[in-house]
């Protein structure tokens, strides 16, 4: 199946899990990677002017906190919250203005100040791996029954066709409030048996965020996010 993948796309998918049976043979343990950055533990300031806010280190998870510079919310913080080690990563829906709603997002990619509003964040990031799952911890407080969103998708590009072949996905969504900490796994679908080029990661606090619509207040935090192989 080939798709364009946008800069926000969420797909919805329904995920089925399946637990051994004592009778059968043993497996081998399954194999967690870290996703860089994933616990949020190092985080950099980056001031323009009289603006300043903070967005975790490297390159590899950006925001919507650059809007900030024009007059945008904060989207996108750390906070003491944590699952495990010092910080986590906390992003909530803002209002801007009277009526445009900013979503709390993150996602595996970098902000392009140069291009439209709505279209500034620029996803994916590479990656030749093929995991089962992606899983980490989370809080939710959804304002109005919001829902949140945990996406992933592995793509290869199509030269012939300028276009980006989804190889697998999967996707995580809810609308319970979760004041305490709990796990998410994510299972990954695949309809291809390629090598993907590139991963994109999409955590959003408001499931209509991508239309610029989500509720004030939603509230998500992660943390400790990693890549399962089985």
């Known amino acids: 199946m080939t798709t364009k993948l946008f800069s926000i796309t969420i797909f919805v998918l329904l995920a089925l899990f399946f637990v051994s049976c004592d009778t059968k043979p043993p497996i081998d343990d399954p194999v967690i990677e870290d996703i860089v950055q994933g ?13 300043s806010f903070h967005k975790p280190a490297g390159d590899w998870w950006d925001g919507l906190n650059y809007l900030a510079v024009i007059g ?5 913080e750390r906070t003491t919250d944590s699952y495990n080690g010092n910080y986590a990563l906390r992003i909530e829906t803002k209002l801007w203005g009277d009526e445009l709603s ?7 990619g970098y902000f392009d100040p140069n291009l439209p509003i709505g279209e500034n964040l620029v996803i994916g990031k590479p990656f030749s791996k093929r995991p089962t799952a992606f899983q980490g911890y989370y809080k939710y407080s959804p304002a109005n029954n919001d829902t ?8 290869k590009y199509n030269s012939a066709q300028n276009l980006r072949d989804t190889i697998g996905r999967g996707e995580f969504v809810s609308s319970e409030v979760q004041n305490t900490y709990k796990n998410f796994n994510v299972p990954i679908v695949y309809n291809s048996e390629n090598t993907p080029d590139s991963i994109h990661i999409i ?19 992660v943390d400790k996010l990693s890549l399962r192989y089985d």
Do not use: M, R, Y
């Not at 945008?72 to 996108?76: E, F, R, S, V, W």
């Not at 949140?148 to 793509?155: G, N």
């Open 39 to 51: 616990d949020f533990e190092n985080w950099i300031t980056i001031s323009q002017g009289e603006i």
């Open 102 to 108: 900013i979503p709390g997002i993150i996602a595996s």
């Open 72 to 76: 945008g919310p904060i989207t996108l």
């Open 148 to 155: 949140l969103v945990i996406f992933i998708a592995l793509t």
């Open 203 to 221: 955590l959003l606090a408001s499931v209509s965020g991508k239309d610029f619509k989500g509720h004030p207040g939603s509230v998500l935090i």
